[in-house]
């Protein structure tokens, strides 16, 4: 709650010769680059609202921050990432946010609007919904989070990937949650795109328990604006193209910028790969026949050798703003790709 108690417990590591500076905790920005205030501090328990009163200003203005520990200029441990709990506008995705800022914003807009026909009319007001904004953005608190990666452990080899709370907090305590239960478990890759119409590769797929692309754990959660681009290693969570709040389990891995930007706004990504590029080459190279068995004509995407993810599991992640380099496709083997 705003301006409660928020305890954390310090426990810092040994200091050595070189290094006896005190403990200090400081809170970054997203990058991890720019620090927005610190204190020094003892081990034990520190109350962050009375030792570090800046924090609510900050969650006023929305920013997700991260709390780090360091000694000197050495950061030591994950970070605890405090996500301020504030209103939003009515969830959208990229297209119905354009759309309601024409608009709302250009009579042009309303006026080109006003000249369509009435089935174009209907077409339109399937794809968006046009909704009021809240009459006012209210700051209730931070939710608290630590700083974990994403491991996939597939029958090809493992996956990591970096999880941007800053980006998509919901979509991630979403995922992290299907995670800890085990959903995951001896899950098959159920769709591989190699290439999309422009020829460029796609995605994979999976997150189906039934392996059939149309499972999901019984529930939707609500679509989550991110700046995340789509492009190779991205991880993103899927959904219906028409309805933007109707992620479930299933998410996809981008395969190449050039076929994945036009996502970009349209689906909730979270993360990035940073370790196993070539699996994730492996993966998109296997044989694939028809989706449906049933009919030959339907797209090439089913792998015709199951790719079966053994577990997934959350590790935690290195300090905040270590530098944390994105797997490129240009550092898999050519023989894979």
Not at 68 to 83: D, H, K
Not at 250 to 270: I, K, P, T
């Amino acid at each position: 709650g705003v301006e409660r108690s928020l305890i954390v417990t310090v426990e810092g590591d040994e200091a050595s010769d070189e290094n006896s500076r005190p403990l200090r905790l400081v809170v970054l920005d997203a990058s991890g680059e720019e620090e927005l205030t610190g204190v020094d501090v003892e081990e034990g328990e520190v109350d962050l609202g009375e030792v570090l009163p800046k924090i609510w200003s900050i969650g006023r203005e929305g920013k997700t921050i991260y709390l780090q520990l360091t000694r000197g200029i050495e950061r030591i441990g994950s970070a605890v990432v405090l996500i301020p709990m504030v209103s939003h506008p009515p969830i959208t995705d990229g297209l119905t946010a354009r759309l309601r800022r024409a608009v709302t914003e250009s009579p042009a807009a309303v006026e080109q609007l006003s000249r369509l026909s009435q089935r174009r009319l209907l077409l339109l007001k399937e794809l968006i919904s046009v909704g009021d904004p809240p009459e006012r953005n209210v700051f209730s608190g931070f939710r608290t989070a630590m700083d974990r990666d994403l491991v996939l452990k597939t029958s090809m080899g493992e996956m990591r990937f970096a999880l941007d709370e800053s980006e998509a907090p919901e979509t991630i305590r979403h995922i992290s949650t299907l995670v800890e239960g085990g959903y995951y478990t001896d899950v098959v890759f159920h769709r591989v795109v190699r290439e999309n119409e422009t020829g460029h590769p796609f995605i994979i797929q999976s997150g189906d328990p039934t392996g059939t692309g149309f499972g999901g754990p019984g529930y939707m959660v609500d679509f989550e604006s991110s700046e995340i681009p789509h492009r190779f290693g991205t991880i993103s969570l899927a959904r219906s193209p028409t309805d933007p709040n109707s992620g479930g389990s299933q998410f996809f891995v981008c395969l190449s910028r050039e076929a994945c930007a036009s996502l970009d706004g349209r689906f909730a990504s979270f993360g990035q790969l940073i370790h196993g590029a070539e699996i994730l080459d492996r993966i998109s190279a296997v044989p694939v026949g028809p989706a449906d068995e049933d009919d030959p004509l339907s797209p090439l995407e089913l792998p015709l050798t199951p790719v079966v993810i053994r577990e997934a599991i959350l590790v935690d992640a290195p300090a905040h703003g270590t530098g944390r380099d994105a797997a490129e496709a240009d550092d898999v083997p050519a023989v894979v790709r």
